[in-house]
């Protein structure tokens, strides 16, 4: 990443070293690095994996057997409608995570460390997002071996199960930058929760994860037909179905690349700034 290689300058009290100019693949190591790290927290707070994959049970179990029968009187018909679009949800609505972690870790000093260390400015960024994702993944994973569990079998196969989780995944991936230039941005954690959801909700509500876009009113409906998430959702059921389309991947590749072109550059400067 072009963005991260920039000229270190050296913390206070820090050797000259620092100064010396980081290359891609140096800053790419230090990112593993600290991925690394990222995931070594998951030992010591196990609660939060635990918090990632109650949530999407809870979703699945509300969704599918409360509105299921209630708008379609058939619930296994809805099940297999809504499973892409409460996948698509679960890792929307977790991404904002990344913003209150690096908020917390800022506000405990932890970011103040990395200053003195001779490694990529953005390395812990990259660290920490990369870090989430493996998380998220998990999330991912959970929600498909819970549909299953109820009856939802995948036309597309493994083969189609693989590239509807490549395609979510993607998409966090650029949503991590804008939740985490959020959270390097606002003050507190819990302003970064409440500012993250107060823009995730109308993203995965008014998209096609639970209603087609065409039943819906005049503005939501256009709304609804030119959201990245619907993008994204119908991408995922085109694989999962077996009857992938190049129309909606390509619009999710094209969000997913003016999103993270846009925030990733916003990120590390603020997080320059920040720390």
Known sequence: MSAATTTERPADGAGPHLAARIDPITTVRHGALLTWRSLLKIKSNPEEVIGLTFM?????????????????????????????????????????????????????????????????????????????????????????????????????????????????????????????????????????????????????????AFVPPERMPGIMSDFAQINPVTKVIEAMRGFLEGTPSSGPLLWTVGWTVAITAVFFPLAVRAYRRRS
């Open 56 to 208: 999407p049970l809870m979703f699945v179990a509300l969704f599918v057997f409360v509105f299921g029968q209630a708008m379609m009187g058939d619930w296994q018909s809805y099940r297999d409608q809504i499973i892409p679009g409460i996948t698509a949800q679960s890792v929307i609505f977790a991404t904002i995570g990344t913003g209150v972690a690096l908020n917390t870790d800022i506000e405990k000093g932890i970011f103040d460390r990395f200053r003195s260390l001779p490694i990529a400015r953005s390395a812990p960024l990259i660290g920490a997002i990369f870090g989430d994702l493996v998380r998220y993944l998990l999330t991912v994973v959970m929600v498909l071996l819970v549909a299953m569990a109820i009856g939802y079998r995948p036309e597309g196969g493994i083969a189609g199960v693989v590239a509807a989780i490549a395609v979510v995944m993607v998409f966090a991936f650029a949503l991590c930058w804008m939740s985490a230039f959020v959270g390097l941005l606002l003050r507190t954690p819990m302003a970064v929760n409440i500012f993250g959801s107060i823009w995730m909700f109308p993203l995965t509500f008014a998209s096609s």
